[in-house]
């Protein structure tokens, strides 16, 4: 798997947009970008994946670079029940989550 | 996910104790992960298994072990508990669905070892 890097941290008015960037300089061909989200030490929640169209669903755009070296989450109309910590991975979309999330984002929405 | 159910929530043990955290599904998944959170940190692999037969080290491994009891049961046992073990442990499944391979998380058990 790829390597990724986010930032730390993300601060977000709510309402408005959120945009979350994620570095992945090292994606191969064939790696999907997904996304996942963690609310509070609950488990977390697959949120969208791409390849290299940007992807939009009921959650949550992905724009992917024409490059396919980073990629940006959007989350249209940010909640306070939006914050939580996103991580993005590059993987293969088969042989097993063998991936280690690493840190990811920290994403405060505040009134 | 109700589909994937860890026992027990929380846990608080003693050094040198041995526990066992059992993960159980219904979503009929083959592949079955658990995982590790220290606090700011995100998660790390401890065990997988692609099938019944099936066990993989991941990437922390040592000071504990596995069983697959079943399609439905995966259990982490910690053999001998040590203080930097305290940690929340997340069970997982994945497979695949419309092309792509989903997972699908428990709620976690938060262990503490004192």
């Known amino acids: 798997d790829a390597k990724t890097t986010q930032p730390p941290s993300m601060d977000c008015a709510e309402g408005r947009a959120a945009n979350l960037p994620c570095n992945h300089s090292?994606?191969?061909?064939?790696?999907?970008v997904y996304w996942y989200r963690q609310i509070h030490s609950q488990g977390p929640q697959y949120i969208i994946h791409?390849?290299?169209n940007n992807e939009t669903n009921e959650m949550a755009s992905l724009i992917i670079t024409e490059d396919r070296k980073s990629s940006t989450l959007i989350l249209p109309h940010a909640t306070l029940r939006d914050t939580a910590v996103y991580y993005c991975?590059?993987?293969?979309?088969?042989?097993?989550?063998?991936?280690?999330f690493g840190a990811g984002t920290r994403l405060f929405v505040k009134a | 996910d109700a589909d994937v159910t860890q026992t027990p929530r929380n846990r608080i043990t003693k050094t040198g104790k041995r526990i066992m955290l059992e993960c159980s599904q219904t979503?009929?998944?083959?592949?079955m992960y658990w995982y590790r959170q220290d606090p700011g940190l995100g998660l790390r692999l401890i065990y997988y298994?692609?099938?019944?037969?099936?066990?993989n080290k991941g990437e922390i491994s040592d000071g504990y072990s596995v069983s697959r009891q079943a399609q439905a049961k995966f259990s982490l046992s910690l053999e001998s508990a040590i203080p930097n073990q305290t940690a929340l442990y997340f069970c997982?499944?994945?497979?695949?669905?419309?092309?792509?391979?989903?997972?699908?998380f428990g709620p976690g058990t938060r262990l503490l070892v004192l």
């Open positions: 791409g390849l290299k």
């Open positions: 997982a499944t994945s497979d695949w669905e419309q092309g792509l391979e989903t997972q699908y």
């Open positions: 090292t994606i191969s061909g064939n790696e999907y």
């Open positions: 979503k009929g998944h083959d592949r």
């Open positions: 991975i590059a993987r293969l979309n088969t042989g097993g989550f063998k991936t280690i």
């Open positions: 298994s692609f099938d019944v037969k099936d066990i």
